[in-house]
């Protein structure tokens, strides 16, 4: 006969193992978290395009996990900071990792 808590135990832990194929792994998102970083990503490139005297389209923009990576190319110092300060605006952006290159430094 099988004792009532060793089922508890039994149950509880397949219940553990079911719920955690659910959640995000090291080094994976969840579907929510990739889901959040697309709408995050949607909403800095909207505001790089408003930004008045830049070249967005020069400008990729990737998320992860919140974080916003900056790369490619402006045309000076005032510019690439001008799209962090854009991307620093926009809601559900946790960091700015800037990698824009300067085209020609003067």
Do not use: H, W
């Not at 959640?23 to 395009?49: F, H, I, N, P």
């Amino acid at each position: 006969m099988v004792r009532p808590s060793l089922l508890q135990g039994l149950g509880a832990a397949m219940l553990a193992l079911a719920l955690g194929g659910c959640a995000a792994q090291d080094g994976q998102r969840s579907t929510g978290q990739y889901t959040d970083d697309v709408a995050t990503t949607a909403r800095v490139r909207e505001a790089l395009v408003k930004t008045p005297n830049l070249r967005s389209n020069t400008i990729q923009v990737e998320t992860y996990r919140g974080v916003v990576q900056l790369s490619g190319f402006a045309d000076n110092e005032d510019s690439a900071a001008s799209a962090v300060g854009a991307a620093r605006g926009v809601a559900g952006v946790k960091e700015i990792r800037n990698n824009i290159q300067i085209r020609n430094p003067q």
